[in-house]
């Protein structure tokens, strides 16, 4: 029937599979008729309305009944078992365990090959929101930690010059832990987009205390900035108060008039004229620690106007 309807084989189905994986972040819900996405990967497939609509019939003669399946639907299950044999991506009886919910997810052997078959490089891999089921199993870890009330943001034990997989798939964790904390905005001007593919998002998990310096992959740790906020922050225009308001450095007051803009926009002073609080996520054990917040004040924010800028 497969050869009657002309339909792709398991192996062409499974790439598109993979492609939708990527487009869909790395995970989708099982396959059900309502599922837009099953419409989509048939779309990828090039499949017609007789391809989609097939039917296939199983008498089951000891029982006296007949059980109609769709055929497309079929195919496409099959082609995800398949690459779940691979080990290219977990089952929803496996993912449910860890999510709570039953989606097919990717694994980062499924990641790399979905990359190639997407013509997306494997170097964007660490800027992409993409799940996988390794990272998530961070991401859930760093979640569910409790931060104590003293604790040292410098992490003595880290080492930055050799990136093991385990580090790599930690700083992965910890980036979307704290994107996903922050609802994918910037935390200081609210800023919240996406590439035209809905692959990637333009802000950016930001170490209070930086990397460089051995800071804690922790989501306390962190915050959600733009790039602009993100760099201004890295180099000590502005740091943050306990209350989560902004301080901006007293060196501001000596910029040239034509720095720090974007027409109108004052990249610094225009997010905090009001002295308002950053957006901070909900659950409270995933805000800065004070201890971050002291360690970025003492050590990076600029809090004098001598400098540059006189």
């Known amino acids: 029937m497969l050869k009657q309807l002309a339909l792709p084989t398991r192996q062409e189905v499974a790439q598109a599979l993979l492609k939708a994986l990527i487009r869909h972040g790395g995970i989708i819900k ?7 996405v099953v419409d989509e990967i048939a779309a990828e497939c090039d499949l ?13 003669r000891k029982q006296n009944r007949r059980k109609r399946s769709n055929l497309w639907h079929r ?13 290219f991506v977990t089952r929803p009886t496996q993912t449910i365990g860890l999510t709570g919910r039953r989606e097919w997810m990717l694994t980062e052997k499924g990641f790399d090959q979905a990359l190639a078959l997407s013509n997306i490089s494997i170097g964007r891999k660490d800027q992409l929101a993409t799940k996988s089921f390794e990272v998530e199993r961070v991401v859930t870890k760093l979640v569910d930690a409790t931060p104590p009330k003293h604790c040292n943001p410098v992490d003595a034990k880290k080492k930055i010059i050799t990136v093991s997989r385990e580090s790599a798939l930690r700083l992965r964790g910890f980036r979307q832990a704290v994107i996903q904390a922050y609802n ?8 919240k987009i996406s590439s035209p593919d809905s692959i990637a998002w333009e ?4 170490h209070i205390v930086p990397n460089g310096f051995l800071g804690r992959d922790d989501v306390w740790n962190g915050i959600a900035l733009c790039h602009l906020h993100h760099w201004s922050f890295d180099v000590g225009w502005f740091t943050l108060r306990h209350d989560f308001t902004v301080e901006l450095s007293a060196a501001t007051d000596s910029l040239p008039d034509d720095y720090g803009k974007i027409g109108s926009y004052d990249v610094l002073r225009s997010p905090t004229s009001s002295s308002r609080k950053i957006t901070l996520p909900s659950k409270r054990g995933l805000q800065p ?6 360690w970025h004040r003492e050590n990076v924010f600029h809090d004098n106007s001598e400098g540059t800028y006189k």
Not at 48 to 60: G, H, K, S, V
Not at 75 to 87: P, T, V
Not at 184 to 190: Q, S
């Open 75 to 87: 195919l496409l299950f099959r082609a995800a078992d398949s690459l779940a044999k691979e080990n």
């Open 184 to 191: 994918h905005r910037c935390a200081v001007c609210g800023l």
């Open 203 to 206: 802000v950016q998990a930001a």
């Open 48 to 60: 017609n309305e007789a391809q989609r609509a097939a039917y296939l019939e199983t008498i089951y």
């Open 289 to 294: 620690h004070r201890a971050s917040i002291d």
């Open 30 to 36: 099982e396959f059900g008729s309502n599922e837009a």
